[in-house]
């Protein structure tokens, strides 16, 4: 299995930006379709946005589509998400997910195969 590093949390204003960074090892990194899932205080974990294998398909949830950019590079094995506009409500934890089917991104799941360790994203008024 792949193993999965998060980076690039913090703290943000309300229409504040981040760059949340994943770095991969341990596997072939382009078999695995990638995900960003965030978990905020009391709720459950939910789909965020997700990137096939090869950058050309992308999926988002609605209520990120349009302010949030997932991207990979596979070269580098890593996947980001640029995250622009921040809400309160984008406040959680966030964690990078893979899976080696396209399942999970498609019907924008959270049973991944493969999680980091998250990485705390608290965006302030």
């Known amino acids: 299995q792949v193993q999965l590093v998060e980076s690039g949390g913090g703290l943000a204003q309300a229409g504040g930006s981040l760059r949340l960074s994943c770095a991969a090892s341990g596997d072939t990194f382009n078999v695995y379709a990638m995900a960003w899932l965030r978990q905020a205080p009391g709720k459950e974990r939910e789909f965020v946005a997700g990137i096939g294998w090869k950058d050309v398909s992308t999926y988002y949830a609605d209520a990120v589509k349009g302010r949030f950019t997932i991207s990979r590079d596979n070269a580098k094995n890593t996947v980001d998400l640029q995250m622009n506009s921040l809400r309160l409500e984008d406040t959680g934890v966030y964690y990078c997910?893979?899976?080696?089917?396209?399942?999970?991104?498609?019907?924008?799941?959270?049973?991944?195969?493969?999680w980091g360790q998250g990485t705390q994203v608290t965006v302030s008024s």
């Open positions: 997910a893979a899976d080696r089917t396209l399942l999970q991104i498609e019907a924008r799941r959270t049973d991944f195969g493969s």
